[in-house]
């Protein structure tokens, strides 16, 4: 910069975008910012990322005992997996993933492998996300599992944007989450000594234990899972389009 | 930080991520100790707790069986040393013996822990000299015999059988 330049335009972080040379003014063409929002969204997509959904698939399948609050950790059921998959076509459908924008012969091998394990960590968040908020058995299981075939063979079929689907999977996983966790778990009796004073205590409660078959667990798991489904979908709402620069 | 590193430090955190997730699903730990006990017999540095085996034993010395089980679940929790489970299953035959008839419920779980010892060591003789059966196919053949009601039950002569 010579010095009669004048500075005319400051962006907000101080850097220079503008000067004044007198009888021309100038464009100060800077990399910074953009190298460091460049840096900021690789390192959104391949650190943070992967961690949100590696605790979502962690924490999905956990559940507190009632007595002993000792950690109960369910394998996913195969329909999770099955859920899983499908739901990973419809985020290709709707173009909230680009798979062009993720995986390319312009890309080295070692960007491909880093975007498969991304995804890969996507596909076993949402597995085990199912698998948060598909109750364990009985009957619950087969009507909200029903719901949820019902409405991800709809959304494959739909012309989703990416805002739309991230609306419609967000009011679908509050719906199965306030089913499980407020409905069914506010259904169950909690553990006590025998049946016969359980039913003494709580006919009602009891009564629906039995007849839906509800696992008991301690109220710390619908906190878990609520946080466990939160990460998910902001997970899902920070995860770019492409890869590509 | 150079985007190479990022893109490995993405495959790693992967890869360290899915392992954990999958031992810990494999292994079904219940509490945060558990999952240390557990992660040391994975990685292959499981041992015994050596104070509370000689605290089990010392119990199971003065016939203090119930607490001699307490000891010997604590310093093998994951059931893992034959000589511990030895105890164990010596310790449940020891309190269960009757001269007349001996205690099943306690004769079932000693068969249990004598099986556990045959699994995870066939050959396995017991060192200790004050213990008439050495090795867990002999404490097993007692314990069986006693959850049996066989004619030999009723022989007379069954009153002046000593304990082992």
Not at chain 1, 66 to 87: G, M, R, Y
Not at chain 1, 94 to 115: H, M, Q, Y
Not at chain 1, 174 to 182: G, S
Not at chain 2, 32 to 49: F, P, R
Request: aromatic share 12%; hydrophobic share 45%; proline share 4%.
């Amino acid at each position: 910069m010579t010095e009669e330049a004048v500075i005319i335009d400051v962006g907000i972080d101080g850097e220079i975008l503008a000067v004044d040379h007198g009888n021309a003014k100038a464009i100060v063409v800077s990399e910074g910012p953009v190298i460091a929002s460049s840096h900021q969204r690789t390192f959104l997509t391949y650190i943070v990322l992967p961690i949100a959904f590696l605790a979502v698939a962690l924490f999905g399948g956990m559940r507190l005992g009632s007595s002993d609050n000792a950690f109960i950790f369910i394998k996913p059921a195969l329909i999770c997996l099955v859920f899983a998959s499908v739901l990973m076509v419809i985020l290709l459908r709707s173009r909230l993933i680009d798979i062009g924008g993720w995986f390319s012969e312009d890309f080295s091998t070692l960007k491909n492998a880093a975007n498969g394990a991304v995804l890969l960590t996507l596909f076993a968040a949402s597995a085990q996300l199912f698998n948060s908020l598909l109750p364990e058995k009985g009957l619950p299981f087969w009507v909200v599992g029903f719901c949820f075939t019902w409405t991800l063979w709809n959304d494959l079929f739909a012309e989703f944007d990416p805002k739309r689907l991230l609306r419609s999977l967000g009011a679908l996983f509050a719906m199965a989450f306030v089913t499980k966790y407020l409905i069914l778990a506010n259904l169950t009796a909690p553990e006590s000594s025998g049946w016969l004073q359980r039913f003494f205590d709580n006919p009602a409660k009891e009564a629906f234990t039995w007849l839906l078959d509800l696992p008991r667990y301690s109220a710390g798991t619908g906190y878990i899972q609520f946080f466990a489904a939160i990460i998910y979908l902001i997970g899902l709402y920070l995860t770019p389009h492409t890869t590509k620069k | 930080m150079n985007t190479r590193y990022i893109h490995i430090s993405a495959i790693l955190i992967t890869l360290a991520g899915l392992t954990l997730i999958s031992f810990l699903y494999w292994t079904e730990p219940k509490t945060l100790a558990e999952v240390t006990i557990k992660g040391s017999v994975a990685i292959g540095t499981y041992a015994v707790d050596r104070s509370a085996f000689e605290q089990g034993l010392a119990s199971f010395r003065k016939d203090d069986f119930p607490d001699a089980r307490v000891a010997f679940d604590r310093a093998d929790p994951e059931k893992r040393d034959a000589a511990t489970q030895f105890y164990i299953a010596y310790s449940y035959y020891r309190q269960g013996w009757g001269r007349l008839s001996s205690d099943d419920t306690l004769f079932k779980p000693g068969l249990d822990a004598a099986n556990r010892v045959m699994t995870i060591e066939p050959n396995y003789r017991s060192s200790d000299g004050t213990l008439a059966m050495k090795t867990p196919a002999e404490l097993k053949n007692e314990l069986e015999e006693g959850l049996k009601i066989t004619p030999s039950d009723f022989n007379p002569m069954k009153l002046t059988r000593e304990r082992k």
